[in-house]
């Protein structure tokens, strides 16, 4: 009988260990030895309580279940592999006229394989902004040389027809100035933290994009009311925020340029100029304009939510959703990478502007796209010091 039961746990996909009231292991089905990397040779007698960090907890929740004071109690715990630790759901349910006396089911966190690639990401990212940087102070001197030699020389032109040409050179000397300040300056920036509401960064974002596009797009707001207060930089949640909006924008209008006119010189819009669409990957008449261009701002709270390698309580999830082309399949893998961009008049940098402002705040941005659906989430953990 015992046999037939294990064989049929055997089958399942859920990863589950059979104990008794001790939570000495009787039984560990095949799931489970996969995810722990053991057999079940080696893990037949051992105590439950020994594939967790925190033997305290996995102990209180076993004696509540073991002495009948619950039927089922249900925890986050890290469990123990033999590389890594990994964070985990585990609920520990006792039965009844069995050969065991505790089933313990263990799920292991389905955001932790996006938060390795994150992480990655993140190794690569940085690997990038220390060659940028780099590069970025090495040119910035030339180009001071650069912009003030035109100017010199403009003065000593005796003909207003070949200012012109000066005015060029000093112009895109004063866009590659532009450029190389915006890839040294946030690593060179501060938080400067206050108690705020997320739906004000929200509220913002929607009216500066609303300025921009005006009956273009249809904007749609989908607040969580619940989400509350947390501790952040206003100004750059602003930024990160508006830079994914944008970039949905003109991912929906292809290389349409926003109504609102904007300065010629890169530093008269120094605050928010970053928000480049560095999805759109096709030539204008391959990337048609949607019938109805819709952009959703979302806001959602999550609960024992894993991010970057720490389950936190809560975390803010603020999203921007559009029905555009999604984002090009050879683009997904380096999307956040510093100059990558499928537009030939973007920069590249507003999604690693953003990826950086919100890890500053201990946080990450991740996305989902296909045709018809993309979304960009922030993720933001409210216990943010």
């Not at 994150?118 to 990212?125: A, K, P, S, V, Y």
């Not at 024992?304 to 029905?323: E, G, I």
């Not at 920069?347 to 989902?368: M, P, R, Y």
Request: net charge negative.
């Amino acid at each position: 009988m015992a046999a037939k039961l294990t064989d049929a746990y055997d089958l399942l996909a859920t990863s589950v260990l059979l104990a008794d009231d001790d939570g000495r292991l009787l039984h560990i089905n095949s799931a489970a030895q996969d995810l722990l990397e053991r057999s079940l040779k080696s893990l037949d007698g051992t105590l439950a309580v020994d594939l967790f960090t925190d033997p305290q907890a996995f102990n209180k929740a076993l004696h509540y279940v073991s002495g009948r004071k619950l039927s089922s109690v249900r925890l986050t715990l890290t469990l123990r592999k033999p590389l890594e630790n990994i964070p985990a759901n585990v609920t520990l349910t006792r039965l009844e006229a069995m050969p065991w006396r505790i089933l313990i089911e263990v799920r292991e966190f389905e955001q932790h394989a996006l938060a390795e690639r994150n992480e990655r990401l993140f190794q690569e990212i940085e690997i990038y902004k220390d060659t940028f940087r780099n590069l970025a102070h090495e040119v910035k001197n030339p180009l001071g040389g650069l912009r003030g030699a035109a100017q010199l020389l403009e003065m000593e032109l005796q003909d207003p027809s070949l200012r012109e040409y000066t005015q060029v050179i000093i112009a895109e000397a004063d866009r590659l100035q532009g450029l190389v300040d915006r890839l040294i300056r946030p690593s060179q920036s501060q938080l400067s933290l206050s108690m705020i509401n997320i739906h004000e960064v929200c509220e913002r974002v929607h009216a500066l994009i609303k300025a921009e596009y005006h009956d273009r797009i249809t904007i749609v707001k989908d607040y969580d009311a619940s989400v509350p207060d947390m501790k952040a930089d206003m100004a750059k949640l602003v930024q990160a925020y508006l830079n994914l909006a944008r970039n949905a924008a003109q991912s929906l209008l292809g290389d349409h340029s926003p109504i609102a006119s904007r300065g010629n010189n890169p530093r008269d819009n120094d605050t928010y100029t970053d928000g480049d669409a560095d999805r759109t990957g096709m030539p204008n008449d391959e990337h048609p304009v949607p019938v109805a261009p819709r952009i959703t701002l979302r806001t959602r709270i999550l609960n024992k939510f894993y991010l970057l390698n720490k389950v936190h309580r809560l975390v803010v999830v603020v999203s921007v959703v559009d029905n555009g082309a999604g984002v090009p399949p050879p683009l997904k893998d380096r999307i956040f990478h510093p100059l990558v961009t499928g537009r030939a008049q973007g920069t590249g940098l507003g999604l690693s502007l953003a990826q950086e402002l919100v890890h500053q705040h201990g946080g990450l941005i991740e996305f989902d796209s296909e045709p018809g659906h993309t979304e960009f989430r922030m993720l933001l953990p409210l216990e943010q010091a």
